[in-house]
């Protein structure tokens, strides 16, 4: 799987970065992979300079009511994600399907599939990558089986937004 810039700084080693897969899918619906690398230098008590996540992303998964609530998170314009929208080339809905993962992202993180720290900031982000590329890719389903958190929500709990099973 590769993985290619998201958002962040140049400087990601000082300040932070995400890095995006190409689309995935398994059969149902679009998703991809997001790696988040954080420096925590600065985090008194943390033990590592480092830490990174894999998240799965899937904003078509969301709820009406919690896609709703991540654009308006970051003052977004629903019209700009209609799908009756103008016809648009492939760099302009790749460009519209990374802005939608990023607000999801943002606002709930996704369904985590991995997350580590560490002190050498080059191996963490290529082993979060490598987690990532896994754990997204051929074991996809198995990963959203797993608990996400003590309620009991599960990584298909979290795609649709919700930190509940019973949510609906």
């Known amino acids: 799987m590769n993985f290619e810039f998201l958002t962040g700084d140049k400087d990601w080693m000082g300040c932070g970065a995400k890095w995006i897969s190409e689309r995935q899918n398994n059969g149902e619906f679009n998703y ?16 590592h300079k480092y830490y990174a996540t894999a998240a799965v992303v899937a904003p ?8 709703a609530a991540a654009l308006d998170s970051v003052d977004g314009d629903q019209e700009y994600f209609d799908r009756d929208g103008r016809k648009m080339t492939p760099a302009e809905r790749k460009q519209r399907e990374h802005m939608a993962v990023e607000i999801v992202h943002s606002y709930n993180g996704g369904a985590l599939l991995w997350q580590g720290q ?51």
């Open 32 to 47: 991809w992979v997001v790696v988040d690398f954080a420096n925590m230098e600065d985090d008194r008590g943390f033990g």
């Open 60 to 67: 078509s998964r969301m709820t009406r009511k919690e896609w």
């Open 118 to 168: 560490g002190n050498n900031a080059k191996k963490l982000l290529e082993q979060a990558k490598e987690e990532g590329s896994t754990l997204g890719g051929m074991f996809f389903g198995f990963s959203m089986d797993k608990d996400q958190n003590a309620m009991g929500a599960t990584g298909w709990d979290k795609l649709k937004g919700h930190y509940y099973p019973w949510e609906k």
